[in-house]
């Protein structure tokens, strides 16, 4: 998976179909890239994946959003301290 910040910096890392988008903030977090030392933020619990323009929420299996496996998935990161109601504008 590619992940991309708000920035435009970008870094690719391993996950399995098993993983939620909670289990990926915290990894992320925990190996947070050398080169994002200026965008480190503060807990995981604010980190957000973005995935075709929808925030996905912390339970969500990479599986469940029927991801081709061995092809490398973009999302972008963001920290964010809630998530926007589902179809507001």
């Not at 870094?11 to 480190?40: G, R, T």
């Not at 929808?54 to 301290?81: D, I, Q, S």
Request: hydrophobic share 40%.
């Amino acid at each position: 998976m590619r992940l991309i910040l708000v920035s435009g910096k970008t870094k690719e890392f391993l996950f399995s179909p098993n993983d939620s988008a909670a289990d990926i903030a915290k990894h992320v977090y925990d190996n947070w890239p050398m080169d994002w030392e200026e965008e480190q933020v503060s807990s995981p619990n604010i980190l957000r994946l973005i995935y075709q323009g929808r925030f996905l929420h912390g339970n969500v299996t990479l599986g469940a959003l029927k991801l081709p496996l061995g092809k490398t998935t973009v999302m972008h990161l963001v920290a964010r301290e809630t998530l926007p109601e589902p179809n507001s504008q």
